[in-house]
């Protein structure tokens, strides 16, 4: 099926440092959602957001929804231990279903 | 958000056989969808589960294999059939609220054929 494309597909980063992933589309979405996915466990919904250009912070997080509709971006700031997982963009199509990202496996180093 | 609760949250089972896959949600839904992970990949819509009505399969899914139930607003069930070790994954119900809004998971049952 559909998927978007995410990246980095990966990163090793040392604790404190600053984590960005992006997430691309050749179709347009209404609903941008990024997901933390931990080993053994169901995704959890971080960031929702709902117009394009629409810039949402969740702690550490910051989401933003880009101008095209197409594309998203995931900050974090200050990573942290806990902070490693997947991470899962995921759009909402005209169809009303959720199309997911291939994933960012993020690890921090202590 | 709601609350899913996915039952079991693992098996392991013999291939030929089939496993049926629970998930109960705190309060009435208007959406709920059976997802696939398998092992390393992303999220995989298996189908929507109607209530009242049967199931909406996406391409390369079929009822045979993957039966749905969905008898209220509250509760779905998916059945694997006659399961291979291909169908080891990760099974996910994912719940929405209405049109255009978020989409919540449960922790999700992890399957294993041998």
């Known amino acids: 099926g559909q998927q978007l494309n995410q990246s980095p597909q990966s990163m090793f980063i040392q604790e404190g440092e600053d984590v960005s992933m992006n997430c691309t589309s050749s179709?347009?979405?209404?609903?941008w959602l990024w997901y933390k996915q931990d080993p053994g466990e169901g995704p959890v919904l971080l960031i929702a957001?709902?117009?394009?250009?629409e810039l949402t912070s969740n702690g550490r997080l910051t989401a933003q929804f880009g101008i095209t509709r197409k594309d998203s971006f995931l900050n974090i700031s200050a990573s942290i231990p806990s902070d490693v997982g997947i991470y899962f963009c995921a759009g909402l199509s005209r169809t009303y279903k959720y199309i997911f990202g291939t994933g960012t496996r993020l690890k921090v180093l202590a | 958000s709601a609350v899913i609760s996915q039952k079991p949250s693992r098996d392991i089972c013999q291939r030929g056989t089939s496993l049926t896959i629970q998930c109960q949600v705190d309060s009435q839904v208007t959406m709920m969808f059976w997802y696939r992970q398998q092992p390393g990949q992303s999220l995989t819509l298996i189908a929507t589960a109607n209530q009242g009505s049967e199931a909406t399969y996406e391409s390369g899914f079929v009822i045979d294999k993957f039966p749905i139930s969905r008898p209220n607003l509250t509760f779905s069930t998916l059945t694997v059939s006659n399961m291979s070790p291909e169908d080891s994954s990760i099974y996910l119900c994912s719940v929405d609220r209405g049109m255009n809004t978020e989409a919540f998971f449960g922790q999700g049952t992890r399957l294993t054929v041998v």
């Open positions: 957001l709902y117009k394009a250009g």
């Open positions: 179709s347009i979405f209404n609903t």
